[in-house]
Structure formats: C-alpha cells, structure tokens
C-alpha cells in the first residue's frame, strides 16, 4: 500500500486519484493521512497503516502550524526504523530540499505527478512514470527482503542439522541483524552480544575441536622416535 502524508487535504486526495489513474496502483492501495503533531506519533501512525511506501510533502507546517518536523524529517526517521525502506519527499520547493537531502532520487516535484488536464490539451501529468518508480521502488523492496529470509532460513536450517563453521555463524548474525532492522518497530530486537552469547557454546565446541585437529596433525608429522 502507498501511503501519502500532506497537511493539505486536496493535495492528498489529488495524489490518490494520481496514483490510481496511473494504472500502477489500485484505489485500495493507496491512503493519505494528514501529519500528527509530533513525529512520534506519525511514525506509529504509518507503522500501525503497514504500508510498503512512504510519500510526503516536503512543507508540512505550511498549513499547520502545530506540526513540528518536515517530510525529510519524517523519511529519515522511517528509514532510521526500517532500514532500505522506500520514501519519496515531494515538494514544490525542490532546491531548498536538495540542500538538506543528498539522495536526489528521493526528491520530485509535485508537477510530476499530480493529475492535470487543461484545455490546452496539456499531458496528462498521471500518466508521467513517477508512479512506476514507486512501483518499482516497493518491488525491488519486496525481492531484497525475499532473498535475505531465504538466506537467513536456509543457513538457520542448516545449522540445526550441522556444525557450522565460524564464518558461517557470523554470516547468520549478519543476517539476522539485517532482518531485524529491516522489520523494525514490527518487532522486539534481540541485542548483538546476547546473540553471541547464544552461539558462544558453538564457538567454544568449534574452537576445541579445531585446536584437536591441530594437535593431531601435529603429532602425525613428528618422526616416530623408535623408528
């Protein structure tokens, strides 16, 4: 679902006809909500709507004097909480908000995607490919995540049936702290150290045996003292 955060409500109603006239989305995946007063609050709001794509107006207090953060604000904090997760800042204001956001992909223009049709017979701006980047932008999402749980759950798995070595161990951390801050406040994290401190009996019984093998084998090359 697409998500449009504006303190104008026209606005937010023009973006989702936009939205459904480009044929990329239908009318029940796209929602506008007006901004909470506190960016606390709106973050829940949008965590609690579970969408897959976050667009906001740049000026949020332009009509609303109590809202104290702007949309950059608000993508940065969503992406410090889901991290890789798909925002895009629209304004009318864009080089004042390139001087604050150096991801240039994340910024566009309202005029390029708000539905205008004059008499002029001017393009119809629904029909430019902004919304195809959004689609795109949740797709490419969507098969990064797939690929990572793929990872974590086949080395997971295999590790219920094996002994994994030490890189493999620390590739499942990796993957598993990847997860976690990709589902965010969707879920309880669990602390690096007390993972370690999960597998450190594996470590332990790695390391033993690995010292084992190299006594062994160390033995084997010393030249018997009978022969």
């Known amino acids: 679902m697409l998500l449009y955060i504006d303190e104008e409500e026209d606005q937010g109603r023009r973006v989702v006809l936009a939205a459904a006239l480009s044929g990329h989305f239908g009318d029940d995946e796209v929602q506008m909500a007006i901004p909470e007063p506190d960016i606390e609050t709106m973050l829940e709001k949008i965590i609690e709507s579970r969408c897959e794509v976050l667009i906001t107006d740049y000026r949020l207090n ?91 759950h086949k080395l997971y798995e295999r590790s219920l049936g094996e002994v994994l070595g030490a890189e493999e161990l620390q590739l499942l951390l990796d993957l598993d702290d990847r997860l976690e801050r990709a589902i965010g406040g969707r879920s309880v994290t669990v602390p690096r150290l007390l993972k370690q401190d999960a597998l450190a009996p594996f470590n332990n019984l790695l390391r033993r045996a690995t010292d084992l093998v190299a006594e062994i084998e160390a033995e084997l090359e010393q030249p018997r003292e009978n022969e």
């Open 62 to 152: 332009e009509y609303k004097a109590d809202v104290q953060y702007s949309g950059l604000d608000l993508i940065q904090a969503m992406q410090t909480h889901f991290e890789g997760f798909p925002c895009f800042l629209t304004t009318n204001y864009v080089p004042h908000a390139l001087e604050k956001l150096h991801d240039v992909n994340l910024i566009f223009p309202k005029d390029d995607y708000l539905s205008e049709k004059t008499a002029s017979g001017d393009k119809d701006k629904s029909k430019l490919p902004f919304f195809l980047r959004v689609r795109t932008k949740i797709d490419e999402y969507r098969a990064d995540r797939r690929k990572l749980e793929e990872a974590f």
